[in-house]
């Protein structure tokens, strides 16, 4: 089983910047995709940014050239830099994780962090 705690939500002014992190422990063998997601009050889940093996990246595109998801595998932790937040990027934001550990598959995912982005 593979826990997931994303940090780093908080209140910030529209053009600033807000770093998540997500935090993985447990069996987490070998990773095939991790992303980020959020959620905005009655919208639908969207994908923010996602990377796979290879690594290859993708972003939506509300926040490309705007946010960067990167790893650090020795930390078995996910970020996502955002840069020149807008308000319409309010939202609680998910960490997700894919992959394969002692024969058996996962798809985890945090409890959500929240970003408010307002002046």
């Known amino acids: 089983q593979v826990q997931l705690v994303e940090s780093g939500g908080g209140l910030v002014q529209p053009g600033g910047s807000l770093r998540l992190s997500c935090a993985a422990s447990?069996?987490?063998?070998?990773?095939?995709?991790m992303g980020w997601f959020r959620r905005s009050p009655g919208k639908e889940r969207e994908l923010v940014a996602a990377?796979?093996?290879?690594?290859?990246?993708s972003y939506g595109d509300s926040v490309k050239g705007r946010f960067t998801i990167s790893r650090d595998s020795v930390k078995n932790t996910l970020y996502l830099q955002m840069n020149s937040l807008k308000p319409e990027d309010t939202a609680v934001y998910y960490c997700n994780i894919q992959g394969r550990s002692r024969y058996v598959t996962y798809d985890s995912w945090g409890r959500g962090t929240q970003v408010i982005v307002s002046s």
């Open positions: 447990g069996s987490i063998g070998t990773i095939a995709a």
């Open positions: 990377m796979s093996t290879g690594p290859s990246t």
